[in-house]
């Protein structure tokens, strides 16, 4: 990555953990007013011309939001992480060449959930931080690289309630601005996924 890019992220990095230094401080007096913790299992899609043959992610994330009785919006914060691996090569004498890509997240911003009797549709979005590594492998050993970037992602849904505290639904988002460069190669950590949601609110 280019010197002046590195320099136009650090902004919204900073940015983005002291957002998440504030939200830690409010965990306290917020959670106790309501909020969800939600886990989801899905499929992450990558731009094809950078990541092949590992475009097609399996993801795991967990998310909490929370927020006072009052508030209209609440404070989110999520994990994320998404890998793949492929055959980039196969050489009839020389053997195969292999891929192993993985992507790690931490996001923070805001979330609206709203109450529709049992159900929970909600929207959100903010910043994220993203951290890329990428592995190849061959018979002549393996060779591996990482880079970092920050992004803006937007999501949104819809769960159901069951009882008093199980929440179970689906969950959609999308990831744009990031900027990577891996094995000297510029390209974009961008992504859309779709999954399952379960988890619990109080």
């Not at 309501?34 to 475009?55: A, K």
């Not at 292999?98 to 109450?115: F, P, Q, R, T």
């Not at 999308?174 to 109080?202: C, K, N, R, S």
Request: glycine share 14%.
């Amino acid at each position: 990555m280019s010197r002046p890019a590195i320099l136009h992220t650090r902004p919204l990095r900073i940015l983005m953990f002291a957002l998440l230094g504030f939200a830690v401080l409010c965990v306290p007096t917020a959670a106790r007013a309501g909020g969800n913790l939600n886990f989801v299992y899905g499929q992450r899609s990558l731009d094809e011309d950078f990541w092949e043959p590992t475009e097609d992610q399996t993801v795991l994330g967990a998310e909490v939001d929370f927020g006072g009785d009052n508030w209209p919006i609440s404070i989110a914060i999520g994990y994320w992480t998404s890998e793949d691996d492929g055959t980039l090569s196969n050489f009839p004498i020389l053997g195969p060449v292999e891929l192993d890509a993985e992507l790690s997240e931490w996001s923070i911003g805001i979330h609206k959930v709203w109450k529709a009797g049992i159900a929970r549709p909600f929207v959100g979005g903010g910043v994220s931080f993203v951290d890329a590594d990428a592995d190849v492998s061959s018979n002549f050993g393996d060779v591996s690289d990482s880079d970092d970037s920050n992004g803006i992602y937007v999501e949104g849904g819809v769960f159901w309630r069951l009882g008093k505290a199980i929440n179970l639904g689906l969950h959609g988002r999308l990831l744009e601005g990031t900027d990577l460069t891996l094995f000297d190669i510029d390209g974009d950590a961008d992504y859309w996924q779709i999954g399952g949601l379960i988890g619990f609110g109080w």
